[in-house]
């Protein structure tokens, strides 16, 4: 998920995510910080990409625990705890073994969303593709909103695949549960053809060999194709 910043009401977590004085940062926010750290260092050392990570000190209640902004040319990865109670809860309910591959699959994510922002391609259709046109029976505001809502809905699937790529490169043994829980999460967040219904590239990538690729995003890009006609 993408979120706008205000900067002037965060912390920003140095070149290391866990260099923040710890007195600064609540048992949740260490427990995630390390969590996504694998993620964030591949992130900043092998792929260069431009990457900090904030987090917010005041209450995000409603929030999405982890996010991503992008603020003067820079991918900045925000993590939303204070005053949130349900941020940990989708986590939190995984067997202890899964719940830190869970964080990166999520981080992870967001580096999708980062590269498609670095790559100028944010909400465009990749060459040879063209995007649906709204219902022509909606007014000119509906018709608008419906476009937002596929756009985004795009991007969140790519974000979910690269997600999924991580897993398959890092946590091959627990790619089947992992897949499982992530289209949990998206059935029970809305309705079909909604912002955040991926579940059409979700089945594209069942098993971890349609990932395959030469970097994390080569397999994703491919599988995120293969279902833009949904």
């Not at 809502?149 to 091959?172: C, I, N, Q, S």
């Given at each position: ?40 260092q ?8 431009p990457?900090d ?27 939303s705890?204070?005053?949130n109670?349900?941020?940990?809860r989708p ?13 990166e699959?999520?981080?992870a ?5 980062c590269?498609r ?18 219902p ?41 549960p ?10 029970a967040?809305?309705?079909?053809g ?37």
């Amino acid at each position: 998920m993408l979120r706008r910043l205000s900067l002037a009401l965060s912390f920003a977590v140095a070149a290391c995510p866990l260099a923040a004085p710890a007195a600064e940062l609540t048992a949740p926010e260490m427990r995630w910080l390390q969590g996504i750290a694998p993620v964030v260092q591949h992130a900043r050392q092998q792929l260069g990409l431009p990457l900090d990570v904030i987090v917010q000190p005041q209450d995000a209640p409603g929030a999405a625990p982890l996010a991503l902004g992008f603020v003067d040319g820079r991918c900045k990865l925000v993590l939303s705890m204070r005053g949130n109670a349900e941020a940990e809860r989708p986590v939190e309910s995984l067997p202890p073994e899964l719940r830190g591959p869970a964080l990166e699959l999520m981080a992870a994510h967001e580096l999708g969303h980062c590269r498609r922002y670095l790559d100028g391609a944010w909400h465009g259709m990749p060459a040879g593709f063209v995007a649906a046109a709204a219902p022509a029976r909606l007014s000119p505001e509906l018709q608008q909103a419906w476009l937002d809502m596929r756009t985004t809905r795009r991007e969140e699937a790519y974000g979910d695949l690269v997600g999924l790529a991580w897993t398959r490169e890092r946590h091959a043994s627990l790619y089947g549960p992992l897949h499982a829980w992530l289209v949990q999460q998206r059935e029970a967040e809305g309705l079909p053809g909604s912002h955040h219904d991926t579940l059409a590239w979700l089945r594209l990538a069942a098993t971890p060999a349609a990932l395959a690729g030469s970097s994390l995003f080569d397999g994703a890009e491919r599988v995120w194709r293969q279902g833009l006609g949904d």
